[in-house]
């Protein structure tokens, strides 16, 4: 059945002129001399065999007089680069040849996914000829899965990891899961919530650890644990977690060393600390660089201390947008060598739109990694299409100043995903959904790729691979980020959703004891205006910025309008670019998104023939949901605004039945 469990890895049998040259070039993997053997390059055979065969879509080929040999060189090809490959097509010699050369195992493990990849989405052998290597080091997925089994902001089940029955059983899961990882480049994985309890690090479950770890290590997949700052005390014994306590130290280098002991490539420790009430250092009036040095010391060069950045106060009542940055501006260079700071792609928190975070701009001597959302807490959950491909791209190519992308500041040291996975067979919840789990990976791989390509090849390899399906479902990802921002938080507002769940608007909301938790302090509207001045005359959280970055964002009439209420408190008569007033401009973005889930819902439903019915049928359904939620965004966002501004609709408008 098409029930999506199979990802991007369908291997859906070609057809037309694809199909009949795959037949005649009949190839097969070579075998490998048994002294060249590897684990990993045992799933690349399999994997290569499996595809193959699925791709040409029949049983047994017939003997072909002179097959195409795919030939493994895995280990000696100099020039590709760690973990990198090349594809190089010989059909014209005596004996023809399609070889998959790499300076390591997994260099071939990548290299075969990606020819599999290009077959996939029809190009013939012939056409394959690629040199390509990972651009950043790390490529995590951040799974925020709690050992009970329930997925803090996952909308696709419960969590995949089966701690109950580990390490005696590890569910088939496990492999598939490492399988899809490795075909798109992810490199490790942290399996449990940054709101991490502190057993994730006793014995019991070190073993649990262990075996996944074993799972997953021939797909070239490190296991990586979120650590509680306070595991000293909640299950050391201990009466302190203060990180310059000689106790206390002592403590984390022996639990690391029994954590290596057991597996020997652990990737390190992923820390939530002094954040939404985690325990960490300043609990003991330390810093963060003296709560990360000391975990990475105990890690040593075996791995890495993954230190996030996502930190606001109660206590604090600086605008929240400018409070990462003033923590750890100062620390910059305080760091150990196998620290990395974790910044969040915007300075708030995975809103449908952010300015990027003004750390990517600020932090010289650290190694920044940049974390983004795969679940979509922020974006309707998986029951609204939203492709995230663009909003990332927006992110990595942005202008940190000083003629850096954020892009050229992470790529040294890597990017993580916030996991949208769950045990729904379909694994996301949404099978458009997948598409985020896939354009984060191939992001990690080559941050310079456009989300168009990404759409086109994960609709190739999902859905269909004729133009006429193709097309039209690419373009309707490709718009789905910009409707989302246009019936939720259009021109630049932000954290308009119902607090705590997140889902659905809630902008009347401010009576929560938190400021930081209302909307309303975010939207800042009243009869007058709306939106939070960040330049001088209000929190000035711009000036975390560039200077010129933040000349051009001071100015309302020349920043992006896709930001102005963001940076800017304007007035509703406030007069936008396009000629109409600020309060007739937010009525027709809001307009535009709902128009354009109609114009998705209308472009899927002529696709019926090309669609399987299985799929074709849930998200007929999730998007009829989303035209009904995008209404409901809309009438309740504009009937909220008007009892603020008492503005009539603009001429025109329909209005809400
Ligand atoms: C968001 C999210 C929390 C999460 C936090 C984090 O605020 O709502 O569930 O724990 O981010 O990233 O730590």
Redesign the pocket.
Known sequence: AEDGYDLWLRFAPLDGVAAAKLKSQTPVVAPISEGDRSSTLDVAVEELERGLTSLRGEGDPPPAQNPVQIILDCGTEPGTGQSGFSLTPQLEAERPTFRIAAQDHIGCLYGSYALLRELAAGRGLGEISLIDAPAMPLRLLNH?DNPDGHV??GYAGRSIFDWWNLPGRLDQRMIDYARANASIGINGAVVN???ARAFMLEPRYIAKLKRLADAWRPYGIRIYVSARFSAPRDIGGLDTADPLDPAVRQWWQAKTDEIYASIPDFGGFLV?AN??G?PGPQDYGRSHADGANMMAEAVGDRGTVIW?A?VYSAEDDTDRAKQAYDEFKPLDGQFADNVIVQV?NGPI??QPREPFHPMFGAMPKTRLML?L?ITK?YLGFASHLAFLGPMWEEVLTADTGGEKSVADVIVPVGMAG?ANTGSDRNWSGSVFDQANWYAFGRLAWNPSMSSDAIAREWTAQTFTRKPAALEPIVRMMLESREAVVQYMTPLGLAHLMGTGH?YGPAPWVCDLARPEWNPCYYHRADRDGIGFDRTPSGSNAISQYDPAIAAQWSDPAAIDPKLLLWFHRVDWDHRMASGRTLWHELVAEYDRGVAKVDGFAATWSALESEIDPERFRAISERLAIQQTEARWWRDASIAYWQSVNGLPLPEGTAKPP
Do not use: P
């Open positions: 925020w803090e902001r919530n940054v709101n939530k954040s939404e985690q996030r996502f969040k928190d995975f974390e959302q807490e916030v997140h």
